[in-house]
């Protein structure tokens, strides 16, 4: 998104009580109050560091939500049923990895960095720009495809996500929204 475009939304969304708010959310480093992610939860299935051989073995297969489901149900005991259902759906988007990306993170021993990011990264370090996290994501309940509809709107179809990404934030929304309100931080409710 162009800086103008930024200030342009900004104007449009209130100016600047918005940029107060947005600085506070920018600022706050820690979005842990998010329901974990895809990539966060197979990291705690695959260890730390994670296994290269584990990691090979997932970032290589191609199943659809529910063979993931049942392929990882017993490195998943303890995840609640949406953390089961986050890591499914974003196994089930993002792999297998490209050719040669594995490997390529394997040689500089930094296997995590060749996952792509999960819809709770989306979300936070997309959403704001425009919008508040909490009225805009947090407190929307909707399905994957009413996710995947909001990329339709002009505003939306600017962001630099790909479809993959798309795909990635719509089904982690609609398994983890919405938040409770008193889950979310005070200065980030509104």
């Known amino acids: ?55 090979r073995e997932i970032a290589q297969a191609r199943r659809g ?6 392929v990882l149900s017993d490195r998943t005991e303890a995840f609640s049923d949406r953390e089961r259902l986050t890591l499914a759906a974003y196994l089930a988007v993002n792999v297998p990895l490209p050719e040669g990306l594995l490997a390529e993170a394997e040689k500089l021993d930094e296997l995590a960095a060749a996952l792509p990011r999960d819809g709770r990264e989306l979300a936070w370090f997309e959403c704001q720009f425009c919008h508040s996290l909490f009225t805009s994501h947090l407190t929307q309940d909707r399905g994957v495809q009413a996710w995947l ?28 929204m919405p938040m409770k309100i008193e889950d979310v931080p005070p200065d980030l409710r509104f």
């Not at 947005?22 to 820690?30: I, W, Y």
């Not at 939500?65 to 049942?70: G, I, K, P, T």
């Not at 990329?151 to 934030?169: A, T, V, Y």
């Open 149 to 176: 509809n909001m990329f339709q709107s002009p505003f939306h179809r600017e962001l630099k996500m790909n479809e993959q990404e798309r795909e990635e934030f719509s089904r982690y929304s609609a398994v983890n």
């Open 65 to 70: 939500e529910e063979e993931w489901q049942q």
């Open 1 to 55: 998104m162009t800086a103008r475009l930024r200030l342009i939304c900004l104007f449009l969304t209130g100016g600047a009580a918005l940029a107060a708010g947005l600085t506070a959310a920018l600022a706050q480093e820690d979005f842990g109050f998010m329901p974990k992610g895809g990539k966060t939860l197979l990291l705690e299935v695959l260890g730390s560091p994670p296994d290269p051989n584990q990691m």
